[in-house]
């Protein structure tokens, strides 16, 4: 940009906070502003069913509870759990459909958009879909496994193990094109001639993956995982519409834990709590995000 | 020749992979009732549009259409008027605090739900949007202006500056230089915003099930959640839901599958 328009658009600094002001207008009362009141309601009492009882304040008391609940504890190990297994998943396969629709070959686009059917597809609908398919009657995974020996067809939802990596399978469908997608614009940063140089220095496929591709996409296969990192924490569509939790809170994930305490039992300060805790385990990892990969955009920005 | 053998391998595997479980799906939504209880499973269907004129007139899946139209078309509208001018400053004007801005949408970006459930209840019940469309689509807006700016300010970066130039020396505001010469040139980015916005609003899930709890007003991710029959699940119907509303979506990838990969990758690595 050259000073002159530079100068000409400072002095419209006030038209541009105006161009500026409902989005943030937006952004501050329906999400900076939720945050902070949701850490407020967290140091009171407030319990919906009972408003005889009214609303406290008892500091820290919630998140002590919060320490001391097995069941909460259950939720967080489950959340890691998924989150470690899904992310790593979604980042191996997205790496292999990326390569794979990187790759010239007549009808790709068609490769590309098939890839992209499951992540458009509703999170509602592909729980169900995949509850059918491990249904233990009417399933295709017993179909497949069993055919017609019906006495053997597996009861998948009821074992808590297989429950929980039947909601990994479902994530990992639904996501990993995602992560295909931001492997993908890394590979197309990686220059043609390295691997012409390469072929002619007569390395391998193996050997032109590993020294060349790998190394070059480690800032996209980085942003991939911080990115799905994040957003598999706030898991909550699948675990609710396929399994509600369970069996037992074999897949109770902690926004599912802070919607029932919050919604169903009405312990709007203690489901706070929960909420809070969730969103600091989610900006701690988007702070490394922004210090990895981001800061590197917002310079630009500058 | 083993690499010609390792892609078409792989071609299949991301094809298969990713369409079969759904067509499975879309299969069982062609079945009869009796086909659709016969354990083991049939594997092809001889029913029909059965089950989709049940799910579209006894299940009323017409309504959760029409409102999933309304919340997400309302919600694009929104969402375009108020992130592309503010897309465009954050782009081109030069203001103080603007990288806080624009690391902040990032943030809100990857806020999880749960914790701002609460409060933004509270707040909509005092103003009486539980159960309104116009309750849903606020949410939608601002969760849906982070990827919005993100994508159009990376647009408008990419713009030549000298029309800008001209544009100045013409004595044109900074809001004239938007509408009358950024605008027709950021078509494609606002497209493709637009489709994304469409795609999360026909889709959300957690906003719906907390602010709609009133049938008549769900949208379909909820419809098909709660779906129930008397005493089973209806699968058939369920599949038929189903594929009715992904439908769209699916023909939305199919005609514009360039856009969505580009806008995808948009805000995260190009900047």
New interface residues.
């Given amino acids: 940009m050259t000073k002159s328009v530079a100068k000409a658009m400072s002095a419209d600094h006030a038209a541009a906070w105006w161009m500026l002001a409902p989005a943030l207008a937006f952004t501050l009362t329906l999400a900076v502003y939720p945050v902070i009141a949701s850490f407020v309601l967290s140091l009171y009492r407030i319990i919906l069913s009972m408003p005889a009882l009214g609303e406290p304040f008892v500091g820290l008391e919630n998140y002590g509870a919060l320490l001391r609940d097995p069941t909460a504890r259950q939720a967080f190990l489950v959340t890691a759990g998924f989150v470690a297994l899904s992310t790593a998943l979604e980042l191996l396969l997205g790496l292999c459909i990326a390569l794979v629709i990187h790759a010239q070959f007549p009808g790709r686009g068609w490769v590309r958009a098939a890839a992209l059917i499951p992540w458009v597809i509703p999170t509602a609908v592909a729980s169900q879909m995949w509850r059918y398919i491990f249904n233990d009657q009417y399933g295709l995974a017993n179909l497949l496994l069993f055919g017609d020996r019906v006495a053997e067809y597996i009861p998948w939802f009821a074992s808590p193990g297989i429950a929980f990596l039947i909601m990994v399978l479902a994530d990992v469908w639904k996501t990993s094109s995602f992560a295909a997608l931001l492997i993908l614009a890394g590979l197309q940063l990686i220059p043609d001639e390295l691997y012409e140089a390469a072929r002619i220095d007569g390395a391998n496929l193996w050997q032109r993956f590993w020294h060349i591709t790998f190394p070059l996409l480690r800032p996209a296969l980085l942003l991939a995982l911080l990115f799905r990192t994040m957003d598999s924490f706030r898991v909550f569509d699948l675990a609710f519409v396929m399994t509600q939790g369970g069996p037992g809170d074999a897949t109770q994930v902690l926004q599912l834990y802070g919607y029932k305490a919050m919604f169903t039992e009405g312990r709007m300060g203690y489901g706070s709590a929960v909420s809070v805790s969730v969103f600091l385990a989610i900006f701690f990892l988007s702070l490394l995000y922004i210090r990895a990969i981001g800061s590197r955009l917002l310079e630009r920005n500058a | 020749m083993?690499?010609r053998l390792?892609?078409a391998a792989?071609?299949v595997?991301?094809?298969a992979?990713?369409?079969a479980?759904?067509l499975?799906?879309a299969l069982?939504s062609l079945k009869t009732q009796a086909e659709?209880?016969?354990?083991?499973?049939s594997w092809l269907p001889s029913g029909g549009w059965h089950f989709y004129r049940i799910a579209l007139f006894d299940h009323d899946l017409l309504a959760y259409v029409g409102n999933s139209i309304i919340v997400a078309g309302s919600t694009t509208l929104l969402a375009l008027a108020?992130?592309i001018?503010?897309a465009?400053?954050?782009?081109?004007?030069?203001?103080p605090g603007?990288?806080w801005?624009?690391?902040?949408?990032?943030?809100?970006s990857?806020?999880?739900?749960?914790?701002?459930?609460?409060?933004?209840?509270?707040?909509l019940a005092e103003v009486h949007g539980l159960n309104t469309h116009w309750g849903l689509v606020?949410?939608y807006?601002?969760?849906s202006?982070p990827i919005v700016?993100w994508i159009l300010?990376s647009f408008f970066r990419e713009l030549p500056?000298e029309l800008?130039?001209a544009a100045?020396?013409d004595g044109c505001?900074?809001?004239q230089t938007?509408t009358k010469i950024m605008l027709p040139l950021a078509a494609p980015g606002i497209f493709t915003a637009a489709i994304l916005t469409f795609?999360y609003a026909?889709?959300e899930?957690?906003f719906a099930?907390?602010i709609l709890t009133q049938p008549g007003k769900q949208t379909?991710?909820?419809g098909?959640?709660l779906?129930q029959g008397e005493f089973t699940i209806p699968?058939g119907e369920?599949?038929a839901a189903?594929v009715l509303?992904?439908l769209p979506?699916?023909l939305?990838?199919?005609l514009f599958?360039?856009w969505?990969?580009s806008g995808?990758?948009a805000g995260?690595?190009?900047?």
Wanted: hydrophobic share 60%.
């Fill in positions: 083993a690499q390792l892609l792989g071609i595997f991301t094809v992979g990713s369409l479980p759904f499975w799906f069982t659709v209880e016969q354990v083991p499973p108020i992130g001018p503010a465009y400053v954050l782009a081109r004007v030069r203001l603007k990288s801005i624009l690391g902040g949408l990032l943030t809100v990857m806020f999880p739900q749960m914790a701002i459930a609460g409060p933004v209840w509270r707040l606020l949410p807006v601002t969760f202006l700016i300010a500056a800008e130039e100045r020396v505001t900074t809001w938007l795609i026909w889709n899930f957690f099930l907390l379909l991710p909820l098909i959640a779906f699968w369920l599949a189903s509303a992904t979506l699916v939305m990838v199919l599958q360039r969505i990969i995808l990758s995260a690595v190009k900047g």
